[in-house]
């Protein structure tokens, strides 16, 4: 272990999204990237081609049994979370795991489990959480400026990436729901999903998820693969202020609409419900690449021995509420409840 060189990590699996965590983790400050695990040789082929200052192998063993490496970083198909991220933390290394942490509640509450025991960071890739929009939108909420949050709801659709091994919920929901229990700060207690399999036999391409928490909030997600439009939005209604954050726009990510319905007492009308169509404002939000926010996260939080923003129990959360949208969409969409804070 050499702190001079920041913690030393090695990346497992380096495909679509896991060579840009190779890219961020290769530069970050306070961190040490050593090795590139890839059971591909043609991925394996490109990562040393690329950075010729890295170790890259074929076997998780070499990772493993290398007792410089601090932290293992996974990004290999949602299928092998779990194993991998077991094996590393037995091995009494620091996870960084990519979402969804798990495909099973089971498996999530025993990687929070040997984590805690063995002193080890447990660190999901919940990317929007980290995301500065969303920091944003988590101070006006906690500041009171929308006034109570009544409903909020996601779009996340797109045509591709058609996955074969997981379903649109499991691949692309976890960010939503991430983002919704961090704003909302608490869990459902109820969850209902329909969806369809259009391209493929039992995947389903496109998913409509409903939470419902206790206190009457509502979160619902639109997710798809197989959609004209390329939407990443997060619409929330308060009952003073509406905001909304689109993630495809480029500067303007946060608008602020003064948009409200007001219930009046009159005494010789009775009640009457009065629109109120108010400014709209855009917050500058100073951004920069969520993706390096997280994983200096990651690596800041392992240093301090501090506790990450998406840990193991927020994966955990979020597996459950998948789980349980999954249980409620081989059921038709009835509703699957949940037993709250357990996690
Ligand atoms: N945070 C995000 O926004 C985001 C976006 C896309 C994907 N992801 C997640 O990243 C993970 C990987 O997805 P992807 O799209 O990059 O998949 P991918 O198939 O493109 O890449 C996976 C890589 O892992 C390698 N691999 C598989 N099993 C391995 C093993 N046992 N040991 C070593 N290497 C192995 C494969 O050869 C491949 O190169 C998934 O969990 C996915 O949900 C996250």
């Not at 006006?140 to 045509?159: A, F, K």
């Not at 690449?289 to 990450?308: I, M, N, R, T, Y």
Request: aromatic share 6%.
């Amino acid at each position: 272990m050499n702190r001079n060189h920041g913690v030393s990590i090695a990346c497992v699996g380096a495909g679509y999204w896991g060579r840009n965590l190779v890219r961020v983790f290769g530069s970050l400050p306070g961190s040490h990237l050593k090795m590139v695990c890839d059971n591909d040789p043609q991925v394996r082929a490109r990562v040393a081609d690329q950075y010729s200052n890295l170790t890259v192998v074929s076997d998780y063993e070499s990772v493993l049994q290398d007792a410089d490496i601090e932290a293992v970083v996974i990004a290999v198909p949602t299928v092998y979370h779990y194993e991998t991220a077991k094996l590393a933390l037995e091995s009494g290394k620091h996870v960084f795991v990519e979402k969804p942490m798990t495909t099973r509640v089971d498996e999530a509450e025993e990687l929070v489990e040997i984590a805690e025991r063995k002193h080890l960071t447990l660190m999901v890739g919940h990317l929007l959480v980290h995301h500065p929009a969303i920091d944003a939108l988590k101070r006006l909420i906690n500041d009171g400026e929308l006034g109570e949050t009544c409903y909020l709801y996601s779009q996340r659709v797109n045509l591709g990436i058609v996955r074969k091994d997981e379903n649109a919920l499991w691949s692309l929901a976890p960010h939503d729901i991430a983002v919704m229990l961090y704003l909302l700060d608490q869990e459902p207690d109820a969850v209902s999903a329909r969806g369809e399999c259009y391209l493929q036999k039992d995947v389903e391409d496109v998913v409509f998820v409903n939470l419902h928490f206790k206190d009457g909030k509502m979160g619902q997600l639109q997710v798809s693969w197989l959609d004209p439009h390329r939407i990443r939005r997060l619409t929330i209604v308060g009952s003073d202020k509406m905001a909304v954050f689109d993630d495809m726009e480029s500067a303007e990510k946060i608008r602020i609409y003064d948009k409200a319905a007001e219930r009046d007492s009159y005494e010789s009308y009775g009640e009457a419900i009065t629109l109120r169509f108010g400014d709209v404002v855009i917050p500058h939000i100073h951004m920069d690449e969520p993706l390096k926010l997280e994983c200096q996260h990651f690596v800041d939080c392992v240093s301090a021995g501090a506790k990450p923003r998406s840990d193991g129990h927020d994966g955990l959360r979020v597996v459950r509420v998948l789980q349980a949208a999954q249980q409620s969409l081989e059921q038709d969409g009835v509703p699957v409840g949940l037993a709250p804070g357990r996690g």
